[in-house]
């Protein structure tokens, strides 16, 4: 009886001791549980507080390619749209007669020398009407020129040196003419640019006048928005002008080859004629 009470206050004193430390070891694991919970949480909000600002970044580099658009529209508004529409008038004709211009002159370019070589084994041949179909088969005015000395010299009343000589110079004025069509287009629009510009920088100064005599006050807040006219037609149309220019010493420049070409084969065709049995002396 005795063992069996002994037994029973040891198992209830053992019991007894044991309950507090595993409360004591369950209060730990929940304390450790919430600071984990609480890190949790923590570094989510930092989270949150973070992904804006690698939102913002990214939406960052988009604002920055869109800003050169968006500048020349503003600039665009802020020079006075009267004025700068006239200038881009100017821009936009005068790049459509250039454009124009370098087509025309580089379907009229031709190999001259193969050109002529192929005339003249025509030519010695004796077969000039086939000389004829040749060059009015060929564009360019090295092909019109030669078209016109062939037909004279196929001809029975004016196949004489002077005047197939005659006949070539003529032809060559005329194709001259042609190449230089609508350059004066594009030097007016050259010289248009920079004076609308001019006219809407003088227009921006009395602006800026009126500005002042309405506030009473010479302030830069005041002169600012007349100065800002007159310098940003002053820029576009000075920026227009130049791009024209370009493209206009271009087209010279090919006018000048195509010229060059014609006078060569004038000399190659006169040779021809020359040596031609049906040239008359």
């Not at 010289?191 to 921006?204: D, N, R």
């Not at 007159?230 to 920026?239: N, Q, S, Y």
């Amino acid at each position: 009886m005795k063992k069996y009470f002994a037994i029973v206050a040891m198992v209830a004193a053992f019991t007894f001791g044991m309950t507090p430390s595993v409360m004591a070891q369950d209060a730990a694991d929940e304390a450790a549980t919430e600071q984990v919970d609480s890190a949790a949480v923590d570094s989510a909000a930092v989270d949150s507080v973070e992904a804006p600002a690698v939102e913002e970044e990214a939406v960052a580099p988009v604002e920055e390619e869109q800003g050169l658009h968006k500048t020349l529209k503003t600039k665009f508004i802020e020079g006075d749209a009267g004025f700068m529409s006239l200038v881009a008038v100017a821009l936009v004709l005068g790049l459509a007669f250039c454009i124009e211009r370098v087509i025309y002159l580089t379907l009229a370019q031709v190999n001259t020398r193969k050109f002529l070589e192929t005339l003249r084994e025509k030519v010695e041949a004796g077969k000039i009407q086939e000389a004829i179909d040749f060059c009015a088969g060929t564009r360019g005015p090295v092909a019109q020129i030669s078209k016109k000395a062939m037909t004279n010299l196929a001809s029975e009343d004016q196949n004489d040196i002077a005047t197939i000589e005659r006949s070539i110079n003529i032809e060559a004025e005329v194709q001259g003419a042609y190449l230089e069509e609508n350059c004066s287009w594009i030097t007016l629009f050259i010289a248009m640019a920079p004076s609308l510009g001019f006219l809407g920088t003088v227009i921006g100064m009395v602006q800026a006048f009126d500005d002042i005599e309405r506030a009473g006050d010479i302030s830069p807040t005041v002169v600012a928005g007349g100065m800002k006219v007159a310098l940003i037609t002053t820029i576009f149309g000075i920026v227009v002008a130049l791009i024209l220019q370009v493209f206009y010493n271009y087209v010279l420049s090919r006018v000048e080859a195509l010229n060059n070409n014609m006078e060569e084969a004038a000399m190659g065709l006169l040779d021809m004629c020359v040596k031609s049995p049906k040239c008359k002396k």
